[in-house]
């Protein structure tokens, strides 16, 4: 017997199991309808029926979704339950069914269920306003759940992120998100690290930029990400980006597609992602220890035997160098022994094959040593830093021999950082002078009728 339908409502309205279409309009209408009844019990039986249609079609699920989000605004006790017992009998049962996701449900009208419910989730938070808050905490743990245990494919991922984006699209426009401290955020932001490991090695969506950036909406809200996962967040999102292949086979990885995407644009929109991160997480730690903590997940691309993992590294590390010394003020000094090693890093590629490379060590190892000497507070030697980056750029091929004996021994000012940390700031600037012109007497002259070539500036 088919339970009554609300006053008012269409007779192409009625959610009918047979029925595998309905435009998208009349779930809403529906949805309206329902919003505005008083009767709960009649509320729950219709929002039950609405969840038998069938999970297959995408306009569907978005249509299921958009009426149970509109319901949910006045009715969100009972859309809950509704939802609570779908995933009992129905949603656990196909993963029960089919544990490892070799063998899919053989009735398709359920096979995508987890994904109808996961955007009912994302829409309920959209709709909850001020009732957001009481309610996240659950909502999360259920979408963490649902995704954890469904078979995973494009339609379960495209269905989580857009769930999650409309979770954060709630919490950006509640006052109170700030002050309010979330217990499921680590849980949530594995399982998006887990759909970027899992993405292609090619670029053809924005799906990497767009995970990024829900990762960084997620790391602002309390309480403060522990190191462990914002490490997990950092080698992530980094082998993600870096590992893809070189620009000029970019385009030609890509599998066919029935119009080819701009991929030196979802390259830019990507990386101008992954920037926004590191600056979210130095912005969150003033510190010149969350500096070397970034850093130091850069090391192992430093060390690439790929000059494109090189060059990837070198400049992501320049902005975020360039953004922490115009706009953030680090509230602590650094551990000289960590950042001589990363200086050293830096300065070996000074002779990289790339030319760009070489430019932007050069032009990162000038900012690191401006922000120590920021920290120190000293005007003088920083105009004297910055005399030696003007020298540098008109001296001559001898000039540069004598710069480059720097590089050799870039590991030994290493050990001096770490053999004497309390060393002052201007007398290592002068050892480095001194051992630079040291090494440069040092070094044969070439023959003088040949022709100079100038340094590139730093």
């Not at 435009?23 to 709960?40: C, D, Q, V, W």
């Not at 887990?194 to 053809?204: R, V, Y």
């Not at 926004?276 to 903590?293: R, T």
Request: proline share 6%.
């Amino acid at each position: 017997m088919t339970p009554p339908v609300p006053r008012g409502l269409p007779t192409a309205c009625r959610p009918q199991r047979r029925r595998s279409w309905m435009p998208t309009f009349l779930f809403h209408i529906y949805g309206l309808i329902l919003r505005e009844s008083a009767n709960k019990e009649l509320v729950r039986r219709h929002l039950a029926d609405l969840l038998e249609l069938s999970h297959q079609s995408a306009n569907q699920r978005e249509g299921i979704a958009t009426a149970i989000g509109i319901v949910s605004s006045s009715h969100l006790p009972a859309v809950w339950a509704v939802l609570e017992h779908l995933g009992r009998t129905r949603l656990l049962r196909t993963a029960f069914m089919s544990p490892d996701c070799q063998q899919l449900d053989p009735d398709r009208h359920w096979r995508w269920v987890s994904c109808t419910s996961l955007l009912c989730y994302g829409r309920m938070a959209l709709h909850a306003r001020e009732q957001i808050l009481p309610w996240v905490d659950n909502i999360i743990s259920r979408m963490v759940y649902y995704f954890s245990c469904s078979c995973y494919d494009n339609i379960l991922k495209t269905s989580f992120l857009s769930a999650v984006i409309m979770l954060m699209k709630a919490l950006k426009q509640e006052n109170s998100t700030q002050s309010y401290k979330f217990s499921q955020i680590p849980e949530l932001i594995q399982c998006l690290l887990g759909i970027l490991q899992k993405e292609p090695n090619f670029l053809a969506t924005l799906f990497r930029q767009k995970i990024i950036l829900v990762i960084v909406g997620l790391s602002k809200l309390r309480p403060s990400l522990k190191p462990v996962v914002k490490s997990r967040i950092l080698q992530t999102c980094l082998q993600s980006l870096f590992m893809l292949p070189p620009m000029e086979k970019l385009k030609s990885c890509l599998p066919p597609l029935d119009s080819a995407p701009d991929v030196m644009v979802l390259y830019k929109k990507s990386m101008q992602a992954l920037d926004l991160l590191l600056q979210n997480f130095i912005s969150e730690n003033k510190s010149m220890d969350e500096m070397c903590f970034l850093l130091q997940h850069m090391e192992p691309w430093l060390q690439s035997d790929k000059s494109h993992e090189r060059k990837r590294v070198v400049q992501t590390i320049f902005p975020l160098l360039k953004y922490v010394v115009d706009y953030v003020t680090l509230t602590e000094e650094a551990t000289p022994s960590l950042l001589g090693h990363q200086i050293g890093l830096l300065a070996l590629l000074w002779r990289d094959k790339d030319p760009v490379t070489q430019s932007h060590s050069r032009q990162c190892i000038y900012l690191l040593l401006q922000l120590l000497i920021q920290q120190k507070g000293s005007t003088e030697q920083f105009m004297h830093l910055n005399k030696m980056k003007n020298f540098e750029a008109k001296a001559r091929r001898e000039s540069e021999m004598r710069f480059y004996n720097v590089v050799k021994v870039a590991e030994i000012l290493q050990g001096l950082f770490q053999e004497l940390p309390s060393i002052v700031f201007k007398s290592i600037l002068q050892t480095m002078m001194n051992g630079g012109d040291s090494a440069g007497d040092s070094v044969p002259r070439g023959d003088s009728r040949g022709d100079t070539v100038p340094v590139s500036p730093l």
